[in-house]
C-alpha cells in the first residue's frame, strides 16, 4: 500500500494544492490550472464549509493528492459533491481510492449519493469510476470559440447596462440565478458571501438587461485559472423568445475580446438543445464532454 498519509487540508497548504491540481489539469480536462489566490478563495466558500471536508494525500513534506468535498441538499435529499486529484507522477498507487473512502466516511449517519465529474475522454478516470459503482447522471458540454464578434444589436426597447449593486438588484440576481440553475445538480444558492466574493474578482462584470425598467437579463464573465469565460447567462422566464439572450451573449463575448482575450469558453448541459443551438450559432465549437456520475450510498 501507498505509505502518503492522508489527512485533513489546512490554510497553508493553498500553494501547494493549487500545484496539484494545475499538473492533474494535463489529463484531466474538466480541471483548469489553478494559483494560490483562486484555491484559497474556492476553499473558503461558504458552501464549502472554508475547505471543513477537504483532504490532502501527502507524501514527504509534498501534496500529492486532493480530495474536495461539498455536501449539498437538493429537495431534501443528501448530495456529496467530490473530486479526487492525484498528482500525474503518483497514479495508479491506490491515493484516489484512499481518499475516495474518507468521502464515504464523511456522512456516516446520512442517506447520501455521491456524485463527481470526469472529462468524457479521459478513459483512466472513467473506468475508475465504472469500478467503483457510478453511474453516468449527466453530461456537459466545454465550449470555446476564437470568432471575432461585434457589439450586438438590441431588440426593440432592451437596454444593456453594467449591474449596480443594491440590495434589490442582488436580489434579483439570486433569484434569476436561482430560477435558471435550481434543476443541476451542483446549484448553490447565491448568498451575499457569493455574491461579495464574486464583485470583489478582478475580472467580474455584469451585463444586465432591461426591458422598460424591468431586469430581463444577465451575462456574468470572469476570469477562472486563466481563461475567460460566460460564467452565466440567463433570460427571465417572461422575456425569453425576443433574442434576449443572443444579446446578452454577444455583449459578454464583446467585454472578453476588449480585454485583448482571443478565446472565450463556457460549460452548457448536453441536454440543453437550445442553448447549444445559440452557442454554436455565434462560433462556438465543442471542446471537450464532461460527464458527471452520481453512486448511492
Request: aromatic share 8%; proline share 3%; charged share 30%.
Amino acid at each position: 500500500m501507498d505509505d502518503a498519509v492522508i489527512r485533513s487540508y489546512r490554510d497553508a497548504d493553498a500553494g501547494a494544492v493549487a500545484a496539484c491540481l494545475t499538473a492533474g489539469a494535463t489529463l484531466d480536462k474538466t480541471l483548469l490550472p489553478a494559483d494560490e489566490d483562486g484555491w484559497r478563495r474556492f476553499a473558503s466558500r461558504t458552501y464549502n464549509l472554508r475547505g471543513r471536508d477537504f483532504m490532502v494525500a501527502e507524501r514527504g513534506g509534498r501534496i500529492i493528492g486532493v480530495l474536495m468535498s461539498t455536501l449539498l441538499e437538493r429537495d431534501g435529499a443528501q448530495l456529496r459533491s467530490v473530486r479526487i486529484i492525484v498528482h500525474p507522477n503518483h497514479r495508479r498507487r491506490g491515493i484516489a481510492t484512499r481518499l475516495f473512502a474518507h468521502a464515504q466516511q464523511q456522512d456516516p449517519e446520512r442517506d447520501t449519493t455521491i456524485r463527481t465529474e470526469l472529462a468524457g475522454k479521459w478513459k483512466v478516470g472513467l473506468d475508475w469510476v465504472a469500478r467503483l459503482d457510478f453511474s453516468v447522471h449527466e453530461r456537459l458540454y466545454w465550449m470555446t470559440t476564437s470568432v471575432v464578434t461585434h457589439q450586438p444589436t438590441l431588440p426593440r426597447g432592451l437596454t444593456l447596462r453594467p449591474y449596480e449593486a443594491s440590495p434589490h438588484a442582488d436580489e434579483i440576481w439570486r433569484r434569476l440565478n436561482r430560477d435558471a440553475y435550481e434543476g443541476s445538480s451542483d446549484y448553490l444558492d447565491l448568498t451575499a458571501d457569493e455574491r461579495d466574493g464574486a464583485r470583489q474578482e478582478a475580472s467580474f462584470h455584469m451585463h444586465w438587461a432591461d426591458v422598460d425598467g424591468t431586469c430581463a437579463g444577465l451575462c456574468h464573465t470572469k476570469e477562472f485559472s486563466g481563461k475567460h469565460i460566460i460564467n452565466s447567462l440567463v433570460v427571465d422566464r417572461r422575456f425569453r423568445g425576443r433574442g434576449i439572450g443572443r444579446t446578452l451573449l454577444l455583449a459578454g463575448m464583446a467585454t472578453i475580446r476588449a480585454r485583448g482575450i482571443d478565446e472565450v469558453w463556457l460549460s452548457v448541459r448536453a441536454e440543453n438543445e437550445h442553448a447549444v443551438s445559440l452557442y454554436r450559432s455565434v462560433g462556438f465549437d465543442v471542446h471537450d464532454e464532461h460527464t458527471e456520475w452520481w453512486r448511492p450510498r
